[in-house]
């Protein structure tokens, strides 16, 4: 498992002390490699939407063909991939981009929790250790201010991710990840080094941008005026 992460975490942390080098502070750095992570990650999460968006425009028409097939598993598939085909959307297409934003998520977290396994500068030993602002230690625990920063921008997050999207978990579940969830993050960021406490907080406020901005676009895509045929003429058609 730590070889794992090593893969992860190790381009990072060269791509973090690189940044260090340039910049001279360690929490700028952090700030502007969750910035460019989030920029390169933000075609696939674009992909990740879309396919959200498009799943959740034939959802009625989904249920219809579940319902009327319900006693033939075979044509109801059959139909189903007709659907998908016709609108060009696939039930799995969101799934890689998740899996990618996954993976690159695990090796940040393996990275900031200890950043002195995967960076090999003696220059990072005491940059991980630098103040910022009103923390004292970036790779100790920020008590307060950065986890309740981190679970609030958490909150916001899904709440605007959830407000626009119609949910197949149930009750229970939503208000889990709505509430629940956060708030583990806010504990769980008290106890982990205040480096890793502000990449999410960075990660999660500019999540926040990205899903005010497909909400708009999911919006405005409700509004665009269906297309109308146009009427034959009588005689139109035949040659």
């Known amino acids: 498992m730590n070889a794992f992460f090593a893969v992860l975490a190790q381009p990072l942390g060269i791509l973090l002390q690189t940044l260090y080098s340039f910049i001279g502070n360690y929490a700028i750095s952090l700030i502007v490699l969750t910035t460019l992570i989030k920029i390169l990650l933000y ?3 674009k992909q990740q939407m879309m396919s959200t968006m ?3 425009k034939i959802q009625a028409q989904v249920k219809d063909i579940q319902t ?3 006693n033939d598993r075979a044509l109801m598939n059959q139909k189903l991939q007709e659907l998908y085909k ?3 959307v696939s039930p799995t297409a969101g799934c890689l981009p998740m899996i990618v934003q996954m993976i690159i998520i695990m090796g940040l977290f393996a990275l900031l929790r200890n950043p002195i396994l995967y960076m090999n500068s003696e220059d990072m030993v005491f940059a991980v250790h630098e103040s910022f602002l009103w923390i004292e230690d970036l790779a100790q625990p920020d008590p307060w201010i950065l986890p309740i920063l981190a679970g609030i921008a958490t909150f916001v997050s899904f709440y605007l991710s959830s407000q626009n999207q119609q949910s197949s978990m149930g009750g229970a579940m939503t208000v889990m990840m709505k509430y629940v969830f956060p708030l583990m993050i806010m504990w769980l960021a008290r106890s982990y080094p205040a480096g890793l406490a502000l990449y999410w ?3 999660q406020f500019l999540q926040i941008f990205f899903t005010l901005r497909f ?3 999911r919006k405005n895509e409700g509004k ?3 297309k109308k045929k146009k009427p034959v003429r009588a005689g139109e058609g035949v040659r």
Do not use: H, R
Request: proline residues 10%; aromatic residues 14%.
């Open 86 to 88: 016709k609108e060009n």
């Open 68 to 70: 009327k097939y319900q």
């Open 201 to 203: 907080f960075v990660s």
């Open 43 to 45: 075609p696939s999460y």
């Open 54 to 56: 498009g799943m959740q």
């Open 215 to 217: 909400n708009q676009l």
């Open 224 to 226: 665009k005026p269906k």
